[in-house]
C-alpha cells in the first residue's frame, strides 16, 4: 500500500522547517497551492499532480522543484503552504488517499464483487443494472438466502459514488456486502436479516465519474456527459424523476453547472439503471451515501415543507445517529436535505421516497468539514468509517423488514408509480437564490 497523504504532508512539511527526517530530501517536495479557476485554465487537472484538498476556491497539491520551477514559467502563481500543513497535520487533519489508494476503482470494484459472488454462491448475485455513456457496467450485488431466485422478499438499497469525487461513499456500501456475508454464518442477526430480505448494494452508481476523478481531475463530481454546449457531465442527485427542475435553486439548466439536471428526468444511464432497479422490487428503504459532513438527510429535499411522513423519517434518522456515535463517537447531524442543508431538486432520495414513502437517506460521510480534508479521507480511516455506519444499516434493514410499505400506499397516486418519470409539478419554494452548492 502506498504512503497516505498524511504521511507525504508530514514529510514534506519536516523537511522544509529542517526537522531530522532519514530519507527525506529538503528538494523532494513542497505543499502548494493555485486558485482553483487558474488551476483549471492552465489544463493543470491533468498533469496528474499529487492532489491533497480544495479549500477556499485554492488546490493544494505536492510539487516537486522541477514543477515548481515549471509552474513559474507558466506564469502561473503559486503559494508555498508547506508550514501551514504541517500545523494542521498536527491537529489531526486527515486528508489521506493517495491516488486512488485504498479505495476501489471501477475495475478493483468489479473484482471484487465477482470474488464475493463466487465466495458466497446461494447469498450473492451479482447484476448489471446499466451501462454508462463510456460503455462501464453499473454493479448490483444481490444479497439475501437463495440469492439467484426472486423470492419477493422486503428489499433495501444501499448506493455510493452519484459523485465522482466522494470515493468514501463506495466503500461503505461495498464493505456493508462483504460484512453481510462474512457474518452470515457467525451471527443470528445477520443470518436472520438476510434470510428475510433483498439487500441491494450499488457501490458506485457513477463509474465513468470516478475513472475521471481519479485519473485526470479529482474534484470531478458529475458523470461524463457531451453536452450541447461543449462542457461536460450530469450532475446524477439532480437528475431523478420527481420534482425534476422544479426551481433553479436545487438545481441548474445551465449544462457547465456542477449541479446540472441534465436535459430531462432520468435523462443519463446512471439513474435510469437505479430506477429500473427500484420498480420492480419492493424496495422499503434506502440509503445513498455521499461525502463530506456527517448529516443524515431525508426528504424533502425540493421543498422545505415538510413530507407527509416527516416524523418517522426523523425518527428513523435519530435512532440511526444515535447508534453512529454509539460506535466512535462520531456526531451524524439530522434533518430535512432542504432545511440543514440546501434545496436540491430531482436527487435520489426525493424519487424513492416519492415511490411508496420508503424511508430513504442521504447520509454524508465523514470528515466533517473541509479543515478535516474535506472530499480526501485518509485511506487508514476507511474501516472505521464502515464500523460507524454498520448498526445504522443493520438497524434500517431490521426497520424495513418489518415495515411494509402497503401501510401508507397515499403518498402519491398509484398511477405515479407505474410512471416515474411523470413529474409531479411541485410549488416553488421560497428560498433565497444564493444557497451555495458543494
Ligand atoms: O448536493 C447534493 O447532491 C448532496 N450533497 S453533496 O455535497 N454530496 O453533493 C446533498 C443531497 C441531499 N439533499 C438535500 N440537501 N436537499
Ligand atoms: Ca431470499
Ligand atoms: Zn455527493
Redesign the pocket.
Known sequence: MRATKLTVLVLAAAAVIGLACPGWASDDGQVVSIAAKDFVAAGLGRKGFDLLMEKNGRVFFVASPGEIAALAALRVSTVIETARFLQQAGQGLSAGGGINGAFHSTLELETDLRTLERDHPGLASLHEIGETLEKRKIYALKISDNASLDEHEPAVLFAGCH?AR?WISVEVPYLFGKYLLENYDLSQEVRALVDASEIWIVPIANPDGLEYSIHVYRYWRKNRRANADGTYGVDI?RNYGYAWGSDNVGSSGQPGSDVYRGTGPFSEPETAAIRNLFLVHDFRAMISF??F?QDI?FPW?YTTDAAPTDAELGAIAGTMAGLIAGVHGSVYSYGE??RL????NG?T?DWTYSIAGAPSY?I?LPPVDIDHGGFFNDEAAIGAIFEENLPAMLYLTRYAVDHPLSLRPRILPLRERAEPALVRKPKLAARPASAP??
Do not use: Q
Not at 341 to 344: A, I, R, V
Open positions: 459523485h466522494e442527485n455521499h461525502s459532513a438527510l429535499g436535505g432542504s442543508l440546501y434545496l436540491t436527487d432520495v442521504t454524508e452548492h458543494r
